[in-house]
Nanobody, 123 residues
Framework: QVQLVESGGGLVQAGGSLRLSCAASGRTFSSYSMAWFRQAPGKERELVAAIRWSGVSTRYADSVKGRFTISRDNAKSTVYLQMNSLKPEDTAIYYC????????????????WGQGTQVTVSS
């Protein structure tokens, strides 16, 4: 069973930056694609960004392209989400998730959610 622990959330003004981290344990991290999701109040959880197990390929939601960057450090079993030019509509709980199958693509299924970290962007 994989354990995921997110950190790095907080309160920031519009235009500011935050870097989220997600530390994974209990599974061979380098074999699994990873993703960040978010859920705002009253809305469904949505995919923000995903990164292939090899780190070569990434995908982003249209709403964050050019502002957010996902990366991973397989030696530290950690995935990151660098968020720049934050907007009030980015306010949400951010969750990381691991791919359900090893060596899957960034378009595969994700699960095993962490507890989430709150990001609040004030206008």
């Amino acid at each position: 069973q994989v354990q995921l622990v997110e950190s790095g959330g907080g309160l920031v003004q519009a235009g500011g930056s935050l870097r989220l981290s997600c530390a994974a344990s209990g599974r061979t991290f380098s074999s699994y694609s990873m993703a960040w999701f978010r859920q705002a109040p009253g809305k469904e959880r949505e995919l923000v960004a995903a990164i292939r197990w090899s780190g070569v390929s990434t995908r982003y939601a249209d709403s964050v392209k050019g502002r957010f960057t996902i990366s991973r450090d397989n030696a530290k079993s950690t995935v990151y989400l660098q968020m720049n030019s934050l907007k009030p509509e980015d306010t949400a709980i951010y969750y990381c998730a691991v791919g359900r199958r090893s060596y899957d693509s960034i378009y595969g299924d994700f699960g095993s959610w962490g507890q989430g970290t709150q990001v609040t962007v004030s206008s």
